[in-house]
């Protein structure tokens, strides 16, 4: 009786959703066989291009009619339709956000979604990059170089190196009219007059000398990358650190003392010789304690202090599952933090050391290599215009930017052996050598 009524309140149910009448008629022959009526319902919903609720319409039908491996291969392709459908949408949506076409990348974006909701790349876009306020859009003109848009926007010249590392651009590399690049809003910091960095070098300076190492590093950290000074504030940072570890050493907390010496840059003096004093100090102390610790940092969300517990761990415990199960947890959240940020090939990299099994990591690399994919295609097809414009030292960077994005390009890479037989060619008959 239970299950006839649960029939019954289902049946009524997917009545009102596909806008069906409620007469007693209609009722009763639904009743009278369930599966039809949702095999019915399925397919107007899959003629509707529908398909995720089709797809659970048709789940609905394996359910009542289990062991029907035409109905698992009809769900089966239809998850697999929606699949391609949203991952097309996808790559146009990027395609469109690269050429600064906002407006046509949402729309495509969103219709990504309504194939596949949970499409990270596309949940991406949508709330982190389509609305940024702290960047703005800036079609190159005829005639620009980076340092004329940095003092056109930031009143700036020297900022140019700033500009080319937003846009993943080498600031000797030539730009070209009609890209579109992306301009951050920067903070006070980058627009401060020499003067005022140096005063503010030089108080942190006086700080270290009065052991006050946690102001001084609060004055340090004001100097942002790509400014002029900023290889300065490195320098006395990395000074900073190696005081911090030092004295955290002296209180028995290595894995402290470890986390401060790996922000010190590799050729600082006494670095590495330090870094092996505190392994040495890590391997007598308890491995359960240390886990705690890594899982405690993750959980506060300190990824980069968890990771460095945890790979000292690894290093002197390499079958050691619990860690190993550990710094994947962590190197996931580190990938997902990655991909907010719209870095994937950093993302992508990180993603590489889990376990494929392990979550959604083989869906998230898959995610992350298609936008990448995307990026190398428009790469390549500026190659291309550059070939036939005979500009065929443009169209082998251009050639080269789109490798080094997706190396299984192959097309790519005859492109450029091809250019550059005919760079010989044309320098052999320019000194009228022989070909």
């Known amino acids: 009786m239970n299950s006839l009524v649960r029939a019954i309140i289902s049946v009524c149910l997917a009545c009102l959703l596909a806008g069906c ?30 398909i995720n609720e089709a797809v659970l319409l048709w789940q609905v039908v394996r359910y009542m009619e289990p062991g029907d491996k035409k109905v698992d291969n009809t769900i089966k392709n239809l998850q697999k339709t929606a699949r391609k459908k ?5 790559l146009r949506g990027v395609t469109a956000y690269q050429h600064g076409d906002f407006a046509r990348a949402r729309l495509n974006f969103l219709t990504t979604l309504r194939y596949r909701p949970d499409h990270r790349g596309a949940l991406d876009y949508l709330k982190n990059r389509l609305h940024r306020k702290e960047q703005v859009s800036y079609r190159i003109r005829k005639g620009d170089s980076l340092s004329t848009i940095a003092y056109r926007v930031y009143k700036d010249a020297e900022l140019a190196p700033v500009i080319a590392y937003f846009n993943d651009l080498s ?12 301009l951050p809003t920067l903070p006070d910091e980058y627009l401060k007059p020499p003067s005022t960095i140096e005063r503010l070098l030089k108080q942190a300076r006086k700080k270290v000398e009065k052991a006050d190492l946690d102001g001084a590093l609060a004055l340090v950290n004001q100097v942002e990358p790509g400014t002029r000074h900023y290889r300065q504030a490195r320098k006395l940072a990395d000074r900073i650190y190696y005081c911090q570890a030092k004295a955290l050493m002296k209180k028995q907390l290595y894995w402290e003392a470890l986390e401060r010496l790996k922000r010190v840059s590799p050729g600082f003096k006494k670095r590495d010789k330090a870094i092996a004093q505190a392994r040495d100090h ?19 969300g300190l990824y980069l202090e968890a990771r460095t517990v945890a790979e000292e761990i690894l290093a002197t415990s390499p079958g050691n599952q619990a860690a190993r199960s550990l710094m994947n947890d962590i190197n996931y959240a580190i990938a997902n933090q990655l991909l907010a940020e719209g870095k994937d090939q950093e993302a992508i990299a990180v993603l590489e050391t889990i376990d494929l099994d392990y979550e959604d990591t083989a869906i998230l690399i898959n995610d992350a290599q298609l936008r990448l994919n995307a990026a190398a295609e428009t790469h390549y097809r500026n190659g291309v215009k550059y070939f036939l414009n005979e500009e065929l030292e443009l169209a082998i960077r ?38």
Request: proline share 6%; net charge positive; hydrophobic share 35%.
């Open 21 to 50: 009448g409620s007469t007693w008629s209609r009722l009763k022959a639904s009743i009278s066989s369930p599966s039809r009526h949702y095999r019915e319902l399925a397919a107007t919903k899959q003629k509707q291009d529908r």
């Open 86 to 90: 949203a991952n097309r949408y996808f």
């Open 171 to 182: 600031p000797k590399a030539p730009i070209f009219p009609g890209k579109v690049l992306v």
């Open 282 to 300: 890590l391997k007598s102390q308890a491995l359960d304690d240390r886990l705690k610790l890594a899982r405690n940092r993750l959980e506060q």
């Open 398 to 435: 251009q050639w080269q930017a789109a490798l080094k994005l997706n190396p299984n390009l192959d097309k790519a890479r005859r492109d450029i052996a091809n250019a550059r037989r005919l760079l010989k060619k044309l320098e052999a008959l320019e000194k009228g050598l022989p070909k």
